[in-house]
């Protein structure tokens, strides 16, 4: 991948954020939905966009009808969903450090979850049934963590507050990580594996059948990162199999549909892509849009710009 320069400022900055009550710095015009739709004329005018949080893809596909665009700024920490989007000379940021906290946090609570048993709990509460049973415990665990970047730099700091041993894996190796190239050979070492890692050409389909069928038997698969690092038919099989168990923010196809096997297979614990969608998000992600906004109008460098090579 090749690095993104940073755009020219334009002489007129017109900003669309979700937010109509952010505080524009001195010479940028502030849109927001409160101004009405994205008529042909306001989309015209935009060149600092912010796509809603969670929006849909038709949402983030007004980039493309953008024609003085210059900064695409996700609040997402994904980004592979808006490169289609985005043309030679608009800068490309995500949303990186906005998330790394809350999306940490619920990977240790499906860790601990999947372990212990809760979702068979609560089922045994809707039914008043009492049933006591010895599970896994996290305690003395092996744990993968696979990418190690923000979120999983602030998921290993995290469980050190845990009785665990936790080996992170990353791509390139650095800051003590192991290379992901030999997960395969060490994956059936751990107890747990918590997927954080960005989806990639390289990261598409990664766990497969060979390598769930590599992991430890009663080992448990924690995804919080991307659904289709997972092939999900693969999982299916092992989970119906009984050998391993999941806990999964994420899935593939994402909603996932009601009459999908996923949700009726044993040993699994889903929630719907929630994350980073807490309490933390929204102070989190204003302060970085209004920071981004005031480097961009003083023509200073930006944040989390993401290295990328247009297509063609």
Known sequence: MTATSPAAVPDDVVA?????DLEPPPGVTLLSPSDGPLTPDLLDR????VPIYMGSRESLAL??????????????AGYEGALEFVRPGVTLCNARGVHDASTAELAVGLAVAGRRGFAGFAQNQQSGSWRHETRPSLTDARIAVVGYGSIGKTLHRMLTGFEVTV?????????GAEKVERLPDLIGEFDVVILVLPLTAESTGMFDSDLLGRMKDGALLVNVARG????TDALVAELTAGRVHAALDVTDPEPLPADHPLWHAPNVLIT??????T???EPRARRLVQEQLRRYSRGEPLE???EWTPPG
């Open 272 to 277: 719907p892509h929630v994350g980073g969608d």
């Open 304 to 306: 989390n710009v993401i």
């Open 279 to 281: 309490s933390a998000f």
């Open 16 to 20: 669309w954020v979700q937010w109509p």
């Open 63 to 76: 980039a493309a009808r953008m024609p003085r665009l210059r900064v695409l700024q996700l609040t997402t």
């Open 167 to 175: 080996v992170p894996f990353s791509r390139s190796g650095r800051d």
């Open 46 to 49: 935009v060149t600092f966009f």
């Open 228 to 231: 289709g690092i997972v092939d």
